[in-house]
């Protein structure tokens, strides 16, 4: 926001206080947001779905009434903003990553990727502690991941993190049968990249693991095992993943691929809201900066 500020782009900045700051009138199909009509805004930044409901109002719903109408709250909160992003759409808004394209199933992006040229890791849908055995007898390690993007779950009043995790340990712990769930061959990876897209250009930053037998490389972060490096990825790479984000619709999005002991490179997920300030600030890349101009560019063009 700050260089925004400094090149007297006038913006707004929206969060949890979306769903109170905005009038409609949706008969005359007028939609105000801060007092500024959408028709007047040019450029939008998508970079996170707002919360529906608050910490405090969801605790006060479960406790008193019922969790099935927090469910009920978050379906008619979705529909709503459904319905501000299609107003804001139909007014013709540039987006820097437009929502109606933020599909975050790493199923759907993988396929994307292999039509485009790009290795992924060896994948599975199993649903069976007989499969995942099957799986085992091939003396391979193999990991599991959400579909979608990893979440905090909540026991006890104690938060929970996910991670990708090695499955083979496990197999005790595993039921008979559960749902569809994604298992892919654990890589020999040599890094880790996490590139960050934004218009046309591409930043990148290695991660160098110290102990490469954690899967997970935030958990090395978390105890100061690796470091952060700019890196330059192949001319072929950035091509096919171009084609890739062309083909979903994003012109900002955060890219996570593997090169592997054999120098090979493997695509593993695209986040379109990704995150991108410790790039910026171990790699001292000033991507604040970037996404400004990005905005900036739009805006002058609208």
Known sequence: MEWLSHWGLPFLRLNEDLYEDVFVDYIQNIVRIKDVDTKDIKVVWFRKFPNILMDEERDVIQKQIYKSVINFRIREGISFREYLFQNLDDNNVKWLTNPFFANENKLLQMKAAQR?????????????????????????????????????????????????????????????????????????????????????????????????????????????????????????????LCKVLQEIGLNCASIDMIIDSNDEYFFLEINPTGQFTYHSYYNNTYLEKEVALALKQLYETA
Do not use: W
């Open 116 to 240: 485009n040229g790009l290795n992924i890791p060896e994948t599975y849908i199993l649903t069976s502690k007989k499969e995942i055995i099957n799986l085992l007898k091939n003396k391979q390690e193999y990991i599991t991941k959400p579909f979608e993007n990893c979440m905090h779950l909540m026991f006890r009043g104690k938060s929970i993190g996910m991670k990708t995790t090695v499955i083979n340990s496990y197999i005790k712990d595993i039921p008979n049968e559960f749902p569809p769930s994604l298992i892919q061959k654990r890589i020999d990876k040599k890094y880790e990249l996490r590139i960050f897209f934004l218009m046309g250009k591409f930043f990148t930053a290695k991660i160098c693991d110290e102990d490469l037998s954690e899967v997970d490389h935030r958990i090395n972060m978390i105890y100061l095992k690796g470091r952060f490096e700019n890196f330059n990825l192949p001319t072929e790479i950035e091509y096919k």
